[in-house]
């Protein structure tokens, strides 16, 4: 079974300084009908302008990613983590206890676009932490590359979770298969250009829920179309 939640249907808000995006239900925008997709709770499509960006705040018993599209993301924390995240890189912050950070776009002149993706963690309490790895783009070209997992295989960021994130960047001519073997639940989250899911195309901002689907076949259907497979118990 497949469940379309178009780019035009999620949740916005706009403050200026940062224009957002939520396919769940987050902030101030609230529907009962979309509060996530089993374990993934949060999608965020950010951009923010340059210089701005979100002060010290903190999160509790959340495993959370930040994936960017164009620009750099400064982080800083409270366990001593600071760095600048740009495309290609995959943030992973567990927070467990309790961590406070802070994200500003990196830049004075250009902004920044970024996905941020809140998975909800199989255990509470842990002790913070974090992870930060590249993943060039040679090796998510034509092919899905495991990026996040429960278990950090083939040098992925480790999750507190049954999860397993993919990512892939498409040219028109690209076709994929991804196999799902369990049975298991698939969110696809098309992040930018288009693609043909199983004989459906979607676009930017897109996201497709699948449910009893086991095999899905993506194509591309223009260049530089970037999608992002979240594999759930």
């Known amino acids: 079974m497949i469940t379309v939640r178009s780019t035009e249907a999620r949740g916005k808000a706009s403050f200026g300084w940062l224009e957002s995006k939520h396919t769940f239900s987050f902030g101030s925008y609230y529907d009962p009908k979309h509060m996530g997709f089993g374990n993934l709770r949060v999608i965020n499509e950010d951009r923010v302008q340059s210089g701005m960006g979100f002060g010290t705040h903190s999160h509790r018993n959340m495993e959370i990613i930040s994936y960017v599209l164009a620009g750099g993301l400064e982080h800083k924390d409270n366990i001593g983590n600071g760095s600048v995240i740009r495309p290609g890189d995959v943030q992973r912050m567990s927070a467990g206890t309790g961590i406070a950070h802070s994200e500003f776009n990196a830049s004075n002149t250009e902004p920044v676009h970024f996905l941020q993706i809140w998975i909800l963690p199989n255990q509470t309490g842990i002790e913070p932490s974090y992870e930060q790895k590249h993943f060039p783009l040679a090796e998510k070209q034509g092919k899905l590359r495991l990026v996040a997992s429960p278990d950090g295989r083939d040098n992925s960021v480790t999750i507190h979770q ?43 901002g897109d996201g497709v829920a699948m449910t009893q689907e086991q095999e899905i076949e993506l194509a591309a259907t223009s260049d530089n179309t970037e999608v992002l497979l979240f594999d759930l118990a």
Not at 171 to 177: A, G, P, V
Not at 181 to 200: F, M, P
Request: glycine residues 4%; aromatic residues 6%.
């Open 162 to 204: 049954d999860a397993n994130l993919y990512v892939a960047v498409l040219n028109q001519s690209d076709r994929i298969n991804h196999i799902n073997e369990q049975n298991r639940s698939i969110w696809l989250q098309i992040a930018r250009g288009s693609v043909d899911i199983n004989g459906q195309i979607f676009t930017a």
